[in-house]
């Protein structure tokens, strides 16, 4: 893949590009504000874009907006020194969002996820449309956001105030009603429970256990999330369909 770098700072460039050629990727260019970022991409028509935040003139999350406009656009991960910009940042629909001094464990990982997006699939971010959906929800912990993707998670289970992700990768606490999520990725999930909604695509089948009462089986995980009698009679139709 081809990657451009923008960060107003040459030794914040330099250090990560030589982390990016050390994962075998191919820095095209570098730039130091909006203007040479946007010729940049006119010149190579990058995969990634490693875009710093704070910047002089135009900031990052401003050049973000503008290069949804353009045709097939970058995907685009955000290295910056700051954490309160992780919300923001994501609402662009951004690949990655890593904090600096930028580790390389966490450039890797984040630019393996960026290979299996096709840009053609990136979604506008004109504020003015409605609201699309999400291809991944952010989590933020200790060691800064991290982002699912949808087709990681299994299922969402309220706990407490929060929502616990259940995914191949693990379990993380959101910040999202359970409502909210049913709302958003209702052709996804479904609600097989006041505190849960399960993946449809994944789904195995249902298991009884000697209460009588049903579990759905789902791929990859061990979890088997109860169906209360309210939705059992909805689940066992879904199924006939699947």
Excluded: C, W
């Amino acid at each position: 893949m081809d990657i451009v770098i923008v960060d107003d700072e040459p030794l914040a460039r330099q250090r990560l590009q030589k982390m990016v050629t050390e994962l075998n990727y191919n820095v095209v260019a570098e730039a130091a504000n909006s203007e040479q970022a946007l010729q940049a991409i006119a010149d190579h028509d990058p995969s990634i874009l490693l875009l710093d935040i704070e910047m002089p003139g135009e900031n990052g999350l401003q050049l973000a907006k503008k290069i949804s406009a353009l045709d097939a656009p970058p995907a685009i991960v955000f290295t910056t020194a700051y954490d309160q910009y992780a919300l923001d940042a994501f609402e662009t629909l951004a690949t990655g969002y890593l904090l600096k001094p930028v580790q390389q464990a966490q450039l890797e990982k984040v630019l393996e996820k960026a290979k299996t997006l096709n840009k053609l699939q990136l979604e506008s971010l004109d504020t003015e449309d409605a609201p699309k959906q999400r291809e991944h929800i952010a989590s933020k912990g200790h060691r800064g956001v991290e982002l699912i993707s949808l087709e990681d998670i299994r299922y969402f289970m309220a706990d407490q105030k929060y929502v616990m992700v259940v995914s191949t990768h693990g379990r993380v606490l959101i910040d999202e009603t359970l409502k909210d999520l049913e709302e958003e990725f209702s052709k996804n999930f479904v609600r097989v429970h006041r505190n849960s909604l399960i993946s449809v695509q994944h789904i195995q089948g249902l298991d009884r256990d000697q209460q009588g009462h049903y579990h759905v089986r789902l791929a990859d995980i061990e979890d088997k999330p109860i169906v209360s009698r309210r939705y059992s009679s909805k689940i066992k139709s879904l199924l006939k369909t699947l």
